[in-house]
């Protein structure tokens, strides 16, 4: 009797091993599967914080930039206005002179007209 207990119990373990075999080898994919996609995350996960950097230095550029286009923009207008500014009094001067030689004129021609 107890070597037809050992012996069924030997079927059953030889039996139960060869069912599990499959599930062994579907583990081990599975687990592998596993690692190439946690490599994989990885990967994402650097590439992600690269980017993020990367775009982190080219907003700080583009603030440096529109910071600089501010500047010359009110310097441009600066000078725009400083330009207005000399046309008015050289069209004012040009007013003044061609006033004055009308007056040197008239006082010319009053002068010769009275000798």
Do not use: F
Not at 63 to 72: D, E, F, H, N, Y
Request: aromatic share 0%.
């Amino acid at each position: 009797a107890r070597e037809a207990e050992r012996a069924r119990l030997s079927r059953e373990l030889l039996e139960r091993g060869a069912a599990m075999s499959p599930l062994r080898n579907d583990l081990s994919a599975a687990q592998t599967s596993l690692t190439g996609m946690r490599s994989q995350i990885e990967a994402k996960d650097t590439l992600l914080a690269a980017n993020a950097s990367a775009l982190r230095r080219a907003v700080s550029a583009e603030k440096r930039q529109s910071v600089a286009m501010q500047r010359l923009e009110l310097s441009l207008t600066e000078r725009q206005d400083m330009v207005r500014n000399m046309d008015q009094q050289l069209q004012a001067a040009g007013a003044a002179a061609e006033a004055e030689k009308h007056a040197a004129l008239e006082q010319r021609e009053a002068l010769t007209g009275v000798i």
